[in-house]
């Protein structure tokens, strides 16, 4: 069963929310967010994003907080960061970061302060916003990496698991040379490139962006003036 648009950009614009650091907002919205999981017609789509909203409803703020950061903060192989998984620490990420700042601004949006532009929930929202095709291609040049982080969050019995299989459901499947490569990449990790880089989760001036990105801890895109 197909995800159709209208549902896929719920999904994404949900999905965004539910990655994103579980701070406070997060629990006040417990609600809303029950009730915009409601209006998805998919069934699988939706019960899984009622299955993490089940989980999140039941476990304290702490605890969800503490999984959080041992889940995609402290686990390079449950890392947000989308990028790293394709490029690792190699110069070609910079580009790729380049690439995806430039493609935000020509949909007329920017980061909010403190983002990098492959931080998961950041893309996830670009992509309900901007819709099919050029929104959404992030999601797809980046398909072998979620199904990567997919596997780690279900090896680790992590609730996150049921939000990343959401996003992968309203997705192209895999080709059986990407279940190849992600299999390797699961083995071998990431590129790896030892002269003249930022490691992974360093500054972003480090890779030449400037003092107009840093690292925060909830995504937003905004209408770029």
Not at 193 to 220: K, M, N, Q, R, W
Request: charged fraction near 25%; hydrophobic fraction near 45%; charge should be negative.
């Amino acid at each position: 069963m197909t995800v159709d648009s209208p549902d896929r950009a719920r999904l994404f614009d949900l999905a965004s929310v539910l990655l994103a650091y579980p701070d406070a907002r997060l629990f006040a919205a417990a609600e809303e967010l029950r009730a915009a999981v409601d209006t998805i017609a998919h069934p699988d789509v939706r019960d899984l994003l009622s299955a993490f909203l089940d989980w999140l409803s039941a476990t304290g703020p702490l605890a969800v907080e503490t999984h959080y950061v041992r889940t995609f903060d402290l686990r390079r192989r449950s890392g947000l960061y989308l990028t790293y998984y394709l490029h690792g620490d190699t110069r070609k990420r910079g580009i790729a970061l380049l690439t995806l700042k430039q493609r935000y601004r020509a949909h007329g949006l920017r980061l909010a302060d403190g983002e990098l532009p492959d931080l998961l929930p950041v893309v996830l929202e670009f992509a309900a916003a901007a819709g099919p095709g050029d929104g959404e291609a992030p999601l797809r040049q980046h398909r072998r990496g979620l199904e990567l982080l997919r596997r780690a969050l279900e090896e680790a019995g992590s609730p996150y698991r049921h939000v990343l299989a959401a996003v992968v459901a309203a997705l192209p499947p895999l080709t059986p040379g990407d279940q190849a490569a992600v299999t390797a990449l699961a083995v071998d990790g990431p590129p790896v490139e030892s002269v003249g880089l930022a490691a992974y989760g360093a500054d972003v001036d480090a890779i030449g962006f400037g003092p107009e990105f840093a690292f925060a801890s909830c995504p937003s895109l905004e209408s770029a003036p």
